[in-house]
């Protein structure tokens, strides 16, 4: 409850500069996750029986079918998955967009050369799959032709660009104009102390939730939908990697869109 108004006061707070009105965080949960699981696209993505069961064995803690549900894709859309991995999230989407849809996995030269299984070659002899494609770009390079894409996702990487030295506001410029008009950027990431700064948030492998809006909404974008997924072992003082919150931290997943008229909302 705390964690729900301190969110609130951070949009409040926001939102004037802005001059856009904010919507009240979601934490109802388990009635957002059976909202999504009632999709009957969604749980034709979760059920695909071609995803590896290591894959499908994450869906639940990482509240996936949440994520799929922020994107609200549909046959057809183009999907850009950043800093995707190994294409956990982006072979949940393509099933979503279908044949006629299209999904980008992006991964960085950086992170290609110390995990080498995110080598283009060697995911493309694991994934046989002719809606996606790849693009390998440092953090600043990451660009495409204005309007390419419904969808941008961050799966628990937008701390990444920071912590890495990248242009997060150049990014976020970029972003917005890679998306079509009522384009959506979708961010989920692990939820940081709001009172520490960017910095040291990042060096924990955290974000705020409010950092993230503030950022987003200076690039023009308009904030559409915040869910704050709390977890009672987590008091956001660690790195997301000690032992004792790895896999069960606050969470946040931020929905942003891009004005229907393709200008930024200032």
Request: charged content about 25%.
């Amino acid at each position: 409850m705390r964690r729900a108004i301190i969110a609130a006061l951070v949009l409040m707070l926001a939102a004037p500069a802005f001059a856009q009105e904010t919507p009240q965080p979601r934490t109802d949960i388990a009635a957002l996750r059976r909202e999504a699981k009632a999709d009957v696209a969604i749980r034709k993505a979760l059920g695909d029986r071609s995803r590896a069961m290591e894959s499908r064995l994450r869906d639940d803690r990482r509240y996936v079918e949440l994520i799929l549900r922020a994107g609200a894709v549909k046959a057809g859309d183009g999907v850009l998955d950043v800093a995707s991995g190994g294409g956990y999230l982006a072979l949940l989407f393509s099933t979503l967009v279908g044949d006629k849809g299209h999904v980008d996995i992006h991964n960085t030269p950086g992170w290609i050369a110390q995990f080498p299984s995110m080598e283009v070659e060697r995911q493309q002899a694991m994934i046989r799959k002719p809606n996606i494609g790849w693009l390998t770009l440092p953090w600043n390079d990451l660009d495409a032709t204005a309007g390419s894409y419904d969808v941008i996702v961050m799966g628990q990487v937008y701390h990444d660009v920071v912590l890495e030295g990248g242009d997060y506001e150049a990014l976020n410029r970029r972003m917005f104009a890679m998306l079509k008009p009522g384009g959506r950027v979708v961010v989920e990431d692990h939820d940081a102390n709001e009172f520490l700064t960017l910095r040291e948030q990042v060096d924990q492998h955290r974000i705020s939730h409010g950092d993230v809006t503030g950022q987003l909404l200076k690039a023009g974008f308009v904030l559409k939908d915040m869910v704050l997924i709390d977890s009672e072992f987590d008091d956001r003082k660690f790195n997301v990697f000690w032992p004792t919150v790895r896999g069960r931290t606050d969470r946040f997943i931020a929905v942003f869109e891009k004005p229907l008229d393709g200008k930024p909302l200032r």
